[in-house]
């Protein structure tokens, strides 16, 4: 079909892009956006109780190493102490955790200080964003 050379709209007639479309472009616009813009750590809350109840473990771990072996894994052991016995622990009766207790919920080594003097020894996850000395840090005592 051909369109005559005079043709006019008619009136009335809408050349206009049709709301719905309009609408639409928004909405796909919008999802978009959202998941885009969408937080990374939605998951942090559970997070952060797994790695609360891990420094549990560990410190449990630690006071059972503690009374087998009669002293706390030292700095160079670390906590690789409670699943493999150190060549030094006479009486080791471990492994004291499951090994995948060694890592945080975010695939971080928990950091273990072991005691000096009369304080306890400290075992600490770092939390979400991998820096110590932040609040999200979770330290046993």
């Known amino acids: 079909m051909a369109v005559p050379l005079d043709y006019a709209p008619q009136p009335g007639a809408r050349n206009a892009i049709p709301l719905a479309w ?8 919008g999802v978009l956006f959202s998941v885009c813009a ?11 109780g ?8 560990i410190g449990l771990g630690l006071d059972t190493f503690k009374d087998d072996v009669g002293r706390y894994p030292t700095a160079g052991e670390g906590l690789g102490a409670l699943v493999t016995p150190p060549a030094s ?26 005691p000096a003097g009369s304080s306890p020894p ?15 840090d979770i330290a046993s005592q």
Do not use: F, M
Not at 22 to 29: N, S
Not at 38 to 48: E, L
């Open 22 to 29: 309009i609408l639409a472009t928004i909405c796909v616009i």
């Open 122 to 136: 400290r075992v600490l996850s770092v939390g979400p964003d991998g820096l110590t000395g932040t609040p999200d």
């Open 38 to 48: 969408a937080p990374r750590n939605v998951h942090t809350p559970a997070r952060r």
């Open 89 to 114: 622990a006479a009486n080791w009766n471990g492994p004291y955790l499951k090994r995948r207790t060694l890592l945080d919920p975010w695939a971080r080594p928990y950091l273990y200080t072991s």
């Open 50 to 57: 797994t790695a609360e109840s891990d420094v549990s473990a």
